[in-house]
């Protein structure tokens, strides 16, 4: 914005002192200021002292959260055999198979061990954690250490028969009256009893050997003894010169 400065009262008087007394007081020409143009400017004011601005506040990423599927499989003996398989209904449970993803843990034939006859189950377990979890090896009812790890996501019962057919189980008891042994007889049921036969002949011979070499031993130690007493006694009488 532009604006024009008037003529100070100074120079107005003097213009007028000029006007009236005419040439003869105006020595010296009267210099007539122009008006000035003034621009306004915008007043600098400091700048304020530093102060960090504002708490700029940042929420954190959100933590990356693990999480690990397993299955298992526990092996059990029904307590009741002629009931379904159940929780409630179950002895000792063995971890016999363990597997990542849901659902892949099942029983195999050479999983169950000794397994047989009926009354045989399984539970098959899905749990998810954050990787830290160790699966127990064993689980005894009412104990549930899944449940209260807060891993559980499923869990199924199976009678084991359900996936192969289980073997019978072989009574290793032999019966209370055995037959009778039948005599041996012939060479082929002899054969066994020769090599038994030479081991013994062969001792006793080795028994008789050292026996005899030992009498022979004594025999001739106590000849030597008697002839070496005989010859101290003709010395000593004087049949035997010692010096010949």
Not at 178 to 190: E, F, I, R, Y
């Amino acid at each position: 914005m532009k604006k024009t400065l008037p003529l100070s009262a100074a120079g107005v008087i003097a213009l007028a002192c000029a006007l009236i007394a005419g040439p003869a007081y105006a020595t010296e020409p009267v210099e007539v200021i122009e008006p000035v143009e003034v621009i306004e400017v915008a007043p600098v004011l400091p700048a304020p002292e530093a102060t960090g601005g504002p708490e700029l506040i940042v929420d954190p990423p959100p933590a990356v959260v693990l999480e690990v599927d397993e299955s298992l499989a526990y092996l059990y003996q029904k307590i009741d055999p002629a009931a379904p398989a159940s929780f409630s209904n179950s002895g000792p449970q063995k971890l016999i198979s363990q597997w990542f993803g849901h659902a892949n843990a099942q029983p195999l034939p050479e999983n169950v061990g000794d397994a047989c006859g009926d009354g045989w189950a399984v539970q098959l377990d899905d749990i998810t954690h954050d990787g830290t979890f160790i699966a127990p090896t064993t689980i005894t009812a009412p104990d549930t250490p899944l449940s209260d790890a807060g891993v559980l996501v499923r869990a199924r019962h199976y009678d084991l028969s359900a996936f192969f057919v289980v073997p019978e189980c072989v009574d290793p008891t032999p019966p209370a009256n055995p037959p009778a042994k039948l005599a041996q007889t012939g060479l082929a049921d002899d054969a066994g009893l020769i090599p038994l036969g030479i081991g013994a002949g062969i001792a006793a011979l080795l028994g008789i050997l050292l026996a005899t070499t030992g009498r022979i031993v004594e025999v001739s130690r106590r000849r030597t003894d008697a002839a070496r007493t005989e010859h101290l006694q003709a010395i000593s009488d004087g049949r035997v010169n010692p010096f010949a």
